[in-house]
């Protein structure tokens, strides 16, 4: 397994404007996850996919936000209209989906993103 | 709904003693139980978990923590503290039945070693 890879490692940004990031998870992990991680805090859960459906979303998540997985692989995480709010890690994570709730998640190194 | 209390932002301990890390968590049920750990620049991994079983549960670098239900606590402990310890460490808990499989993370509990 080469782990789980995040691109860009950074990624700094004008207000308003919109940014992707990119997670690829452990190759035939069926379960993606993202969270955002702000300074001194865990991370909080955004949504997951199980293969290529979108199970949950938190309510974290706004309009403003939108996570793909179209083939099952490969997970993209936009931000429209970015905010200054929006600054923070952004962290993906994989695991097999064989153990329920019970998974191990295998993280990223995450993508930092700065609002200027 | 389910949450997580770590106790103390930041720990302190002497190279070589005892580490006691806390965690609390709400849940209407017991839940499946984490603790991951991140050293500096990189991502966060996992250190032991508690699904079922035995409520004692070690996992790697000589680390532990016990599931004690009545309590609602799933305390971290190493022995003996070794510098390469130092790192933040994460508390979390999913859900074991219903509620799909998001995670809730604690705040995080910085463990500084001092030489």
């Known amino acids: 397994d080469t782990g789980v890879s995040q691109n860009p490692r950074h990624k700094i940004t004008k207000r308003g404007q919109n940014v992707t990031f990119r997670c690829d998870p452990i190759s035939e992990h069926n379960r993606l996850y993202w969270y955002r991680q702000t300074l001194g805090q865990g991370p909080e859960f955004l949504t997951y996919?199980?293969?290529?459906?979108?199970?949950?979303k938190s309510r974290l998540l706004s309009d403003r936000f939108s996570a793909e997985r179209p083939k099952g692989s490969f997970s993209t995480l936009e931000i429209q209209r970015t905010e200054q709010g929006d600054s923070a890690m952004y962290l993906c994570?994989?695991?097999?989906?064989?153990?329920?709730?019970?998974?191990?998640?295998?993280f990223g190194p995450g993508t930092r993103l700065t609002v200027l | 709904a389910q949450s997580v209390t770590q106790l103390g932002s930041h720990v302190s301990v002497s190279e070589g003693a005892l580490v006691l890390l806390r965690c609390n968590y709400s849940?209407?049920?017991?839940?499946?139980l984490f603790w991951y750990v991140q050293y500096p620049n990189q991502g966060l991994q996992l250190l032991l978990k508690y699904t079922t079983g035995a409520t004692l549960v070690k996992g790697i670098n000589g680390f532990e923590a016990e599931f004690k239900k009545s309590e609602t606590s799933f305390h971290l402990t190493k022995p003996s503290a070794h510098m390469s310890d130092a790192a933040e460490y994460f508390c979390?808990?999913?859900?074991?039945?219903?509620?799909?499989?998001?995670?809730?993370f604690g705040a995080g509990t910085r463990l500084f070693v001092k030489a």
């Open positions: 996919f199980q293969n290529e459906a979108q199970l949950e």
């Open positions: 849940s209407s049920v017991p839940p499946y």
């Open positions: 979390a808990v999913s859900p074991t039945k219903g509620g799909g499989f998001k995670t809730i």
């Open positions: 994570a994989s695991s097999t989906g064989t153990s329920g709730g019970a998974d191990t998640q295998y």
